[in-house]
């Protein structure tokens, strides 16, 4: 029942050492005997013994009293931190050695009881910052590399105030930004509201100045992050704090007749009150404790297992109520806390899942769906069963390789290069480890079952026996629901289900999840599958998942309407986010957004290992108006298309052709296979990596690299440079004169690279400055690209116009952090996350955006996105719509998603089995038509002589024939190839137009 009245540590400072002595002595006594729960009791004598007017003796033994304490009561220190740490701080910097030894020592103490093992390794470098500002610095700089994980509680958050005090009063801004930083990142991980209300006082005062001094603009908007972040983290906390006197009334009423009311009743009951208070404001109530150091005296010992119960009631804040759904069988019950790196995604949250229930997993892009399912799938949710317990399972598209044995050589096997049906054997048997043995027939006729195609069976887009490379995303999420079929899972996860299945397809999947006998869990964006799917949704929502109860087929209809704040989920809209796409600039010849600037003419492809071509004859064009959802179904040949006409594959038939200086933007239906060697790097890092040079290294990644027969036959031949004009030539054969033929062996060359290009004065060709095998830089020559055609290196020409091409869509760019910066910012990435955050701790959501940017970097002309709307959530789907539709270039999308297309396309390339169907068009809109039918147009014959179509309308029936038989005449001396294709097919266009019109004219 001790206290330690005040007069007792002045005593300290006795002139007479024996009384000084008794004092401390006395003290030290008091301590050894007193509740831990007396912290607030002994405050006002600490504070008063480390006070400005505190005697330096009187200082020494009140920090010495304190270190004692805390190795003691590390929780009851931990709770007084807030208000401890300040007065310990400044001592350290007292100008008595003996009190700063002693400050050090009980600043080293109390900081130990903070409970936070994120922040252990970095307390030392607390404690050396209160000694000094170049000290802070150093903290400053090493917190900054403290990732928080575990939940950040009061003791922590005030353990830091006199290192953030002092750096967010610093001069330098890079200090100010790094220690809003750390209060961002700690506030993110804050379970409890509470627990910041205590340093709101001192620190949102120095957050908020930080914002409104700081002058350097990203500085200044990591500090209004932060502030928003504290400000958040307190919001909703009612605050429960029970006082002495309250105690005092529920000690009295439960003791009833046994409250005497004499004088020393009164002080002991006062006293047991404020020790009740005290532990109930700590939230500690353990009945053990509250025994041994609350209510060990009688009359109190009988009672305090009431008073304890009742005061943890009463402590208790009013909770939302949620909606209980009490029919069927438990899965789990229970409440957990999530976080991710740096960001905390759910704090203290509760969930219950039921069996045979369908739950749509709802919040935007980054709260942490996809995590919540992988954690629970890796057994990494504190709490949630594991699958021993209860069988889960995380379908999603992507399939990381699994290395599974070894190899004679001594290699490890890859899982993604074995076969479909053998992944499924091995992840039944080796990961999930289920008990009932998935065997190799099992499968496979579950696989056969599901649509894939097997030896001596159908033709179909995926063969079970084909590596899982080969699959699509559509086939991957089969293969992976054959798997969980198998392993009879209680609960199955899905991750954007829908994302790359056509309507077929769907209808597929929904028919299957209905059989499905255990729970799912599903996240998607296909909002009219996830209102014919769901029985419940969750909700994220403040970092707590809020469960809505449903009617099935209008289930998230009912949220949408008892929810309206939420319409964000269900419509593509832009009110909270906005892309903002570059301007792709002018090409060389190109006056016209409507001229044709991709061709692919009569194409077919065959994959190696099928005997059927994927697409046959198919022939487009494209051009910077074209608006084009490429549809069809799964295998149907429109991924297979867009790689040939991107030049990821070499079309076994047929041509494809491109302006010169076209450049291409393409986003793979796989886009994180850009991103994976990069995991580590920010996402600026990435793009000042990728187009160092002016080179997109992706773009040269997936172009074909194989030599085609011409090609190769063209490279056997010898070249060289005639050493009279200087031209490069073929050598001769052997039947030729010898000495020539030894001069030309002498003078063989081998095109290295090429390091420029130049148009030929008067002609519409280039040139190519080579460098050559094995010769000097000033041995250099320019080659006419024809030449260099026919020698076999055609791939060499094409990488320098691509690379020009580049360039020139970089005129205005500069490949610096502040310009990718602005350049991500467009895409909704803040500069946060694309300077200071790494890809790996990205979102789906986020590391689309990622690629997207970096697609668009060099001002492309086309943009071609093959199943976009995987991964980003509606608002980021609504920016991207509106985008599109302000894009000066051309679009070409593939995606299942038909709400997205309509908003966007206005032609459709359908596919069907291979062959190509185009409905709609593509058109300029009415402005730029009428600014370009103002001019006639020029058009050159083989000769280079212009031939002269004004409009049809100023021309007799005469004059169109004339000019009729004039281009077909150019095009049929062309055989020499004296006009490019592009010339050609100008000329043709214009021959249809005049044709058509004089057809139009002709009398019925």
Request: proline letters at 4%; charged letters at 30%.
């Amino acid at each position: 029942m001790a206290v330690l009245p005040s007069h007792i540590l002045q005593g300290a400072d006795d002139k007479s050492k024996n009384v000084a002595t008794a004092a401390v002595d006395a003290c030290k006594a008091i301590m050894e005997v007193v509740s831990p729960f007396a912290i607030d009791l002994l405050m006002p004598a600490l504070l008063a013994g480390m006070s400005v007017k505190a005697k330096p003796s009187q200082k020494e033994a009140t920090l010495q009293i304190v270190t004692t304490f805390a190795s003691k009561a590390p929780k009851a220190v931990g709770y007084a931190l807030v208000i401890l740490v300040s007065p310990v701080a400044d001592l350290t910097c007292d100008i008595k050695k003996e009190v700063k030894l002693a400050a050090v020592e009980c600043m080293t103490a109390i900081a130990g009881c903070t409970g936070n093992r994120d922040l252990e390794p970095f307390l030392p470098s607390v404690v050396e910052a209160a000694q000094s500002i170049t000290n802070t610095h150093k903290c400053v700089e090493k917190l900054a590399g403290c990732i928080f994980v575990q939940n950040v509680e009061a003791p922590a958050l005030a353990v830091m105030l006199p290192v953030l005090s002092r750096g967010l009063n610093d001069k330098s801004e890079e200090v100010k930004r790094t220690c809003c930083q750390i209060v961002d990142n700690m506030c993110k991980v804050v379970e409890d509201p509470a627990a910041v209300l205590p340093i709101m006082p001192k620190l949102d005062p120095l957050v908020r100045a930080a914002t409104e001094k700081i002058a350097d603009p990203e500085a200044r908007a990591m500090a209004e992050k932060a502030l928003k972040t504290l400000q958040k983290s307190a919001e909703g906390c009612e605050t429960k704090e029970i006082s002495a006197e309250e105690a005092l009334k529920q000690v009295k009423a439960a003791l009833g007749d046994k409250a005497t009311g004499d004088e020393v009743f009164e002080m002991q009951a006062l006293h047991v009150a404020a020790l009740a208070a005290t532990a109930t404001n700590m939230r500690s109530f353990d009945a053990a404790d509250w025994k041994t150091y609350i209510g060990a005296l009688e009359p109190f010992s009988g009672v305090i297992e009431e008073l304890r119960a009742k005061l943890e009631v009463a402590s208790k804040p009013r909770e939302e109520i949620e909606e209980e759904d009490t029919d069927g069988v438990d899965l789990y019950k229970g409440s957990f806390s999530l976080a991710y790196g740096t960001l905390t995604l759910l704090r203290d949250t509760k969930m219950h899942l039921k069996r045979n229930r369908f739950y749509g997993l709802l919040g935007p892009n980054q709260c942490g769906k996809t995590t919540l399912m992988r954690a629970i799938a890796n057994e990494q949710l504190e709490g949630f069963p594991k699958r021993d317990e209860l069988k889960s399972v995380f379908v999603e598209h992507e399939i990381e390789d699994v290395e599974v044995d070894v190899q004679d050589d001594g290699f490890p096997i890859l899982s993604v290069d074995k076969p479909g049906w053998w992944w499924v054997v091995y992840t039944c048997n080796e990961v999930y480890k289920i008990e009932k043995i998935a065997t190799e027939e099992q499968v496979k006729e579950l696989m056969k079952s599901v649509g894939f195609g097997y030896p001596g069976g159908p033709d179909r887009a995926a063969n079970l026996e084909l590596p899982v490379t080969s699959y699509s995303g559509g086939w991957k999420m089969k293969m992976q629901l054959c798997a969980a079929q198998l392993m009879n899972a209680d609960v199955l996860m899905l991750d954007e289900p829908t994302g790359h299945l056509d309507v077929d397809n769907v209808l597929w999947l929904e028919d299957w999840l209905e059989s499905f006998p255990g729970s799912i869990i599903c996240t998607s964006h296909f909002t009219p599958f996830m209102d014919k799917m769901c029985t419940h949704i969750i909700d994220f929502h403040d970092r707590k998942l809020k469960t809505f109860k449903g009617d099935k087929s209008k289930c998230l209809t009912q949220f949408a309407e008892k929810y309206p704040e939420k319409k964000s989920y269900f419509e593509l809209s832009n009110e909270i986010m906005k892309f903002t796409f570059p301007e792709p600039g002018a090409m060389e010849g190109v006056k016209s957004r409507s001229k044709v600037i991709l061709r692919m003419s009569a194409v077919s492809f065959t994959y190696p290992t099928k005997d059927k071509p994927t697409i046959v004859d198919v022939s487009l064009t494209v051009s910077q108006v074209s608006r084009v959802a490429v549809i069809g179904a799964n295998g149907a040949g429109k991924s297979t298309a867009i790689k040939v006409l991107v030049g990821e594959q070499k079309p076994t038939e047929g041509s494809i052709w491109k302006a010169s200086g076209l450049r291409m933007a393409y986003v793979a239906q796989h886009a994180f296979h850009h991103l994976e060697k990069h995991m580590q790097e920010t996402p600026t890092a990435y793009i000042m990596w990728r187009f160092a040079g002016n080179d997109d290294k992706e773009s040269l990644e997936f172009k074909s690299k194989e030599l085609s027969v011409d090609e190769a036959t063209a490279r056997s031949q010898k070249w060289c440079i005639d050493t009279v004009s200087g031209a490069v030539r073929r050598v001769t054969s052997v039947a030729e004169d010898a000495k020539q033929n030894k001069q030309d062996e002498a003078g063989v060359v081998i095109p290295d690279a090429a390091v420029n290009r130049r148009q030929k004065k008067k002609e519409k060709t280039y040139e190519y400055e080579i460098k050559w095998q094995f010769k000097s830089m000033d041995q250099n020559s320019w080659v006419e690209k024809e030449i260099l055609i026919k020698m076999g290196y055609l791939k060499l020409v094409q990488r320098e116009d691509e690379r020009q091409a580049a360039m020139a869509g970089l005129m205005t760019k500069q490949l610096t952090q502040p310009s990718v910066e602005k350049h991500l910012t467009d895409f909704g990435i803040d500069p946060e996350s694309a300077s200071h955050t790494q890809i790996n701790q990205l979102s789906g959501g986020m590391k689309v955006k990622v690629v997207l940017a970096a697609a668009m970097w060099q001002n492309p002309h086309v943009l071609i996105l093959d199943e976009p709307t995987n991964y980003l959530d509606r608002e980021g789907l609504g920016a991207l719509v509106l985008a599109l539709k302000d894009y000066k270039g051309g679009v070409l999308i593939i995606s299942h998603n038909k709400e997205f297309c309509d908003g966007v396309a206005t032609e459709k390339w359908i596919m069907v089995g291979g062959f190509l169907r185009i409905e709609g068009e593509s058109v300029a809109d009415e402005a730029e038509v009428q600014g370009s039918n103002q001019a006639a147009e020029d058009v050159y014959d083989g000769a280079g002589n212009k031939i002269i179509v004004n409009k049809q309308a100023s021309l007799s029936d005469k004059d169109k024939k004339k000019v009729i038989k004039d281009i077909e005449k150019s095009i049929k001396d062309n055989k020499k190839k004296v006009m490019t294709d592009e010339e050609v097919w100008e000329l043709e266009d214009k021959l249809n137009e005049l044709k058509e019109g004089l057809k139009a004219e002709a009398p019925a």
